[in-house]
């Protein structure tokens, strides 16, 4: 997982029953999304590692079948042709959230200001994503409720264009 949304899509995929390994640029960070998935009884592990690193993106899947015996769900921020996965029976989808309440929307001061506001005002549903949102649509994508959906970009966005 990354960051963004790291530990509500961890959590979404590990309450759907998913062995989780979380990684992000802070090992304390992924330390503490395992242990709240640990914690309700899930499965997860904490490695930290770069997916733009060839090295340690292998360390990460290395890492995954180590723990859980395979690799069945990747989710992170790199692209993918969709093509030329799909006969191997991978599935590559994009996820593109909205404005979405996250620690660096409310780091950057904009959750609660009046760029918010305005954006909010314009989005159908009339609110501000929450990382839930995007992670419910991520564990769904991961899911076999999905299984014959692949190469598409699925926006989350409240119904903002």
């Not at 990354?2 to 992924?30: E, H, I, M, Q, W």
């Not at 899930?42 to 290395?62: H, K």
């Amino acid at each position: 997982m990354t960051r963004f949304p790291s530990s509500n899509t961890a959590k979404a995929l590990a309450s759907d029953g998913a062995a989780v390994v979380n990684y992000a640029s802070s090992k304390a960070g992924a330390d503490a999304v395992v242990n709240a998935i640990t914690s309700s009884g899930g499965r997860a592990v904490a490695i930290q590692g770069d997916v733009s690193i060839a090295a340690q993106a292998q360390g990460l899947i290395a890492a995954a079948v180590a723990h859980f015996g395979r690799l069945d769900i990747l989710v992170n921020n790199s692209g993918v042709l969709a093509k030329r996965l799909a006969p191997r029976n991978i599935r590559v989808n994009v996820v593109s959230p909205g404005f979405v309440v996250t620690e660096g929307t409310t780091t950057a001061g904009i959750v609660g200001s009046a760029m918010e506001a305005g954006i909010v005002s314009q989005t159908p549903l009339g609110r501000a994503g929450q990382q839930d949102d995007i992670a419910r649509v991520v564990a769904f994508l991961a899911s076999n409720d999905a299984r014959f959906v692949t190469g598409e970009e699925i926006t989350a966005s409240g119904g903002l264009r």
